[in-house]
């Protein structure tokens, strides 16, 4: 089964610094991977995802990812913080391609940007 | 606008009691998935429907219940079996299409047991 890797719960970063929250994944198939952002008491949204092809996707708010199959993983970056960047992030696997929608989370990320 | 409705927001609960959440899609999504989020725990997977009058049950379905009786609703019943059902609910949708994956979720439902 697939599996997702988040290091570091709490992470905090200067205003204006890069953003940088490292996910390692588990998976028997090539995988579709995810980066999902959530603000306090609200739902998942979709910050960006990787299917196939070009292995740097840039998604909403500044963020992207860069897919290395070699090191199993997909960390998300941002060059310059911002204060609306607070919030907890999450990185998750799927095997859909193989027909298998189930999406594995890692625990989570909360950022706290600090002024 | 279309999304996923989740209700009520906030639900508080006696010990012993059982507990309906909804969830209501107008996304036209076959799929439709049921996680529990715990702090520091990330999002657990309780029941899945990939569609009309068939779920399966997920990671820790045990204390849980779900029907699917039609394409745009899949309630989550929590039952007294459940041990610590307080926590954040979480609904969301997906298309059975093997180029996304993409799950789209509802604003959430948090539980709190007294």
């Known amino acids: 089964a697939q599996s997702v890797t988040q290091l570091g719960s709490h992470v905090s970063v200067s205003e204006g610094a890069l953003v940088l929250l490292r996910c390692n994944y588990s998976?028997?198939?090539?995988?579709?991977l995810f980066w999902y952002v959530q603000y306090p008491n609200q739902g998942l949204q979709l910050l960006l995802k990787?299917?196939?092809?070009?292995?740097l996707v840039k998604g909403i708010n500044g963020f992207e990812a860069e897919f290395k199959k070699s090191e199993t993983s997909f960390h998300l970056t941002k060059p310059s913080a911002h204060m609306s960047d607070a919030a907890e992030y999450f990185c998750?696997?799927?095997?859909?391609?193989?027909?298998?929608?189930?999406?594995?989370f890692g625990k989570g990320n909360q950022v706290v940007v600090i002024p | 606008d279309g999304g996923i409705t989740q209700s009520p927001k906030y639900l508080f609960r006696k010990e012993g009691q059982n507990v309906t959440l909804s969830c209501e899609q107008n996304?036209?999504?076959?799929?439709m998935y049921w996680y529990r989020q715990d702090p520091g725990q990330g999002l657990r997977l309780i029941y899945y429907?990939?569609?009309?009058?068939?779920?399966q049950k997920g990671d820790i379905a045990e204390g849980y219940s779900v029907s699917r009786e039609k394409k745009e609703s899949f309630p989550l019943t929590v039952t007294s079996a459940q041990k610590n059902p307080t926590a954040f609910y979480l609904c969301a949708s997906s298309l059975p299409d093997r180029d996304t994956g993409e799950l789209f979720f509802g604003e959430g439902s948090r539980l709190t047991v007294l």
């Open positions: 990787y299917t196939t092809g070009a292995t």
């Open positions: 998750a696997v799927s095997e859909a391609f193989y027909g298998n929608n189930r999406l594995a």
């Open positions: 429907s990939q569609i009309v009058n068939d779920f």
């Open positions: 998976s028997s198939v090539p995988p579709y």
């Open positions: 996304l036209n999504h076959d799929a």
